[in-house]
C-alpha cells in the first residue's frame, strides 16, 4: 500500500513562491512517475507536472517556466517549486504516484494553495 502525504501549501501574494513537498511510503517510488495535480474551485482537475522514474519532466503551458518539479529517491519525496505565483493559481493541489504496468494510481489528500492579488 503506497501513502501519499503533501506539505507547503498556504497563503502567498501574488508574485511569491511556495515549495511544495509529497512525501511517499512504500518500495515502489523510484519505479514511478510522480505528478502534481490542481484543482480549483468549481473546475475539474487538472496536469500541473510530471516526472518520470528516469527525471523526464512535463509542464502544462500555463505553469512552464515558472514551475519546476523535483524527485529526490533517496527521500521518496517530490517536489514542485512554485515560482512567480499567480491568483489564477490558486488551487488544491494534489501529489500523484503512477506505477509501471500493472498500472496503479495513488492520490495525496491535497494542500490548499492561495495566491492573493
Known amino acids: 500500500q503506497v501513502q501519499l502525504v503533501e506539505s507547503g501549501g498556504g497563503l502567498v501574494q501574488a508574485g511569491g513562491s511556495l515549495r511544495l513537498s509529497c512525501a511517499a511510503s512504500?518500495?515502489?517510488?523510484?519505479?514511478?512517475?510522480m505528478g502534481w495535480y490542481r484543482q480549483a474551485p468549481g473546475k475539474q482537475r487538472e496536469l500541473v507536472a510530471t516526472v518520470s522514474s528516469g527525471g523526464s519532466t512535463n509542464y502544462a503551458g500555463s505553469v512552464k517556466g515558472r514551475f519546476t518539479i523535483s524527485r529526490d529517491n533517496a527521500k521518496s519525496t517530490v517536489y514542485l517549486q512554485m515560482n512567480s505565483l499567480k491568483p489564477e493559481d490558486t488551487a488544491v493541489y494534489y501529489c500523484?504516484?503512477?506505477?509501471?504496468?500493472?498500472?496503479?494510481?495513488?492520490w495525496g489528500q491535497g494542500t490548499q494553495v492561495t495566491v492573493s492579488s
Open positions: 500523484h504516484l503512477g506505477t509501471p504496468p500493472p498500472s496503479r494510481e495513488y
Open positions: 512504500g518500495l515502489i517510488f523510484r519505479l514511478s512517475t
